[in-house]
């Protein structure tokens, strides 16, 4: 077990950049090392910190399973792969980039359902008259099962969707969406409006510590240097 | 979890022959039905709060499938292959696995992977009659495994359900109050809010409909909501025509019109549900908690007693059976009695057996209508290790 502390960062497009960014900002210049090229990396003048390259959403999986000690990743995606993520992670620091909004969205011409209470009411109605249960589609299964359940909602159904979520009801694939939205253009453009209760999280890029991962002393010390630094 | 060991795996297999010899020899035909079972039909029926604990898959052909979380549904479907439109007496019984993830951490009495050794009666006509016999032969099936010292807990959907229809409301109310019925923060809400001629007012909807909307015109309705749409340049998309939207206009404008209900009425509903006796005293408990309301539960309240002298006379104790109104299953599918034998060692979020009748199961596998249906499963694992002694 090598005693360097783990920080993984997404491997790719514009989150990349950004946490890139954030960190030359703070004064943590990241650089790519290695044989296995692109995909390690380390931090000048932190001898001891050893950097992953992985992809947004095996970020949690890492923190999830103390694979790594920290990292940068979407708050939406570490909820998701971690129901009890209380237990497992320590939210550190919001980043201030990477914002997105989890939220529950409906087509616009249902004027008759503006709350999350109405959908209830409605999937009642929908089944009656169409013999299944109202779809939503969403790559968010255990968020949108929580929201929902915490809503009283549970007359419905997901349908797994790994992209283009927002096109689902227009294509009749499902009836509503659990999706992310910055600021609402997509949904409104493939007809879609959020319900006034339907924000679920309002996410951002987090430093996430790992409560599994193994810790030393000497690692906890990195720790609060790093997340003092970026915080600065 | 570790594998089995060979030791417990012939116990349980011994276990489940004589289980299974109790159930033939009453007349139940020994099915297998699949264990991979198609997700969406499956998904459809249970529910997400079922299908964040069944182990979903696609298959190399894109098909998703899923392992069954219990054997009643596949049952339903055997059932249906064989009388398409469901309605034929029939009666089954099965003992295999069934796959559950644990939230909670797999335990003994948790496993993932565990075996039901259930009955299914499907179209028997007499209902207490029918849920009589099957209660009656899951006690006998335990007992003959060696089990005999087990609280029976049960409930009645099914009164709770004539309770309403001797109230007066409209209809749509009864339905949301017996949806709601599983969820009782939900329940106690939609109940305030029936109760409150402010709370039942339309809210949020454009002046344009809100003010024209007339409960008794549905076509017109449709027309105000194509109008306003048209208005408002918002496209109609997705699976639902605007006369489902204008429906359900409509019954927000009548339940705005609508008289409250009652606070005595949604009062007398509250105490139902608060309602726990012992199962002989529960029928003159409900009565006398009815009768100052004027409400006639003599019909409904009969045929529960009826059942209870069915299972007395079947030779299930009767006398130490707890009725709870409140008591359900937290598979919604449940329509009518219900009921669960549990065991002090492993407590009630353990139960060893557990049923009751499921009237619309058959019609949401594909039916073309309700049938009469009723059933129980025993936790074998939980028997074993009752029977074993290692429960704790």
């Known amino acids: ?232 | 979890m570790t594998a089995e060991t060979a030791q417990k795996f012939e116990a349980l297999e011994a276990q489940a022959r004589r289980l299974m010899a109790v159930f033939r020899a009453a007349g139940y035909e020994h099915v297998a039905p699949s264990i991979i079972q198609p997700a969406g039909l499956f998904l459809d029926v249970v529910g997400e709060s079922l299908r964040a604990r069944t182990y979903v898959f696609t298959d190399p052909d894109g098909e998703e499938l899923c392992l069954r979380p219990d054997l009643t549904v596949p049952t339903c479907r055997l059932h249906l292959e064989r009388h398409a439109d469901g309605n034929v007496p029939a009666r089954y019984c099965y003992n295999g696995s069934a796959f559950r993830f644990q939230p909670g951490g797999v335990t003994h009495a948790h496993p993932r992977e565990f075996r039901q050794a259930g009955i299914e009666s499907f179209a028997a006509a007499d209902r207490e009659e029918a849920d009589a016999s099957v209660l009656a032969l899951i006690v006998g099936a335990l007992r003959e495994a060696g089990l005999a010292e087990l609280q029976l807990r049960i409930g009645d959907l099914g009164l709770f359900t004539a309770l309403l229809d001797a109230l007066a409301m409209p209809e749509r109310w009864r339905r949301r109050l017996r949806h709601q019925f599983w969820r009782p923060e939900a329940f106690r809400a939609e109940l305030a809010r029936l109760t409150s001629s402010e709370a039942l007012q339309v809210q949020g909807l454009p002046r344009a409909i809100a003010d024209r909307l007339d409960p008794g015109n549905p076509l017109e309705a449709q027309g105000l909501v194509e109008a306003y749409l048209d208005q408002t340049g918002v496209e109609l998309i997705g699976t639902r025509t605007s006369a489902e939207i204008a429906e359900r206009l409509i019954a927000e404008a009548a339940d705005a019109r609508e008289t409250p209900l009652a606070p005595d009425k949604a009062a007398l509903i509250e105490s139902y549900t608060a309602v726990r006796a012992p199962a002989r005293e529960a029928a003159a408990r409900l009565a006398a908690l009815t009768r100052p309301h004027k409400v006639d539960l003599a019909a409904p309240l009969a045929a529960f007693s009826r059942r209870l002298d069915l299972l007395q006379a079947a030779g299930v104790d009767t006398a130490n059976a707890a009725f709870s109104a409140e008591f359900g299953r937290n598979l919604e599918y449940y329509t009518g009695f219900v009921f669960e034998l549990v065991a002090p060692q492993l407590g009630a979020r353990s139960p060893v057996a557990g049923g009751g009748r499921y009237d619309s199961l058959l019609a949401n596998v594909g039916a073309p209508g309700d049938v009469p249906a009723v059933g129980s499963c025993i936790h074998t694992e939980r028997l074993l290790a009752m029977l074993e002694g290692r429960a704790t």
């Not at chain 1, 909820?79 to 980043?95: G, N, S, Y």
């Open chain 1, 1 to 232: 077990m090598s005693d360097k502390l783990i920080l993984a960062l997404p491997s790719k497009g514009r989150l990349m950049e950004q946490c890139a960014d954030a960190l030359a900002k703070a004064g943590l210049v990241v650089t790519k090392t290695g044989a296995a090229r692109g995909y390690k990396g380390e931090i000048e003048g932190l001898a001891d910190v050893e950097v992953n390259f992985v992809s947004a959403s095996e970020i949690a999986q890492f923190l999830k399973t103390g694979a790594a000690h920290l990292g940068i990743t979407g708050e939406d995606l570490v909820r998701e792969a971690i129901p009890d993520c209380e237990q497992r992670v320590t939210f550190l620091a919001p980043c201030g980039f990477g914002r997105a909004d989890v939220v529950t969205a409906v087509p616009a011409c249902w004027i008759d359902v503006r709350r999350m209470s109405d959908l209830e009411e409605m999937a009642l109605t929908y089944r009656r008259v169409h013999g299944r249960r109202v779809r939503v589609a969403t790559k968010y299964l255990n968020l949108t099962r929580r929201f929902f359940t915490q809503k009283g909602v549970t007359g419905y159904r997901i349908v797994e969707s790994l992209g283009a979520t927002e096109g689902a009801p227009a294509a009749g694939l499902s009836e509503l969406v659990v999706d992310i939205t910055t600021t609402g253009a997509t949904l409104r453009a493939n007809g879609l409006k959020v319900l006034e209760d339907g924000v679920i999280l309002r996410s951002q890029a987090n430093l996430i510590s790992s409560k599994t991962a193994r810790w030393s002393p000497a690692l906890r010390a990195l720790e609060r240097q790093i997340a003092a630094r970026l915080t600065a």
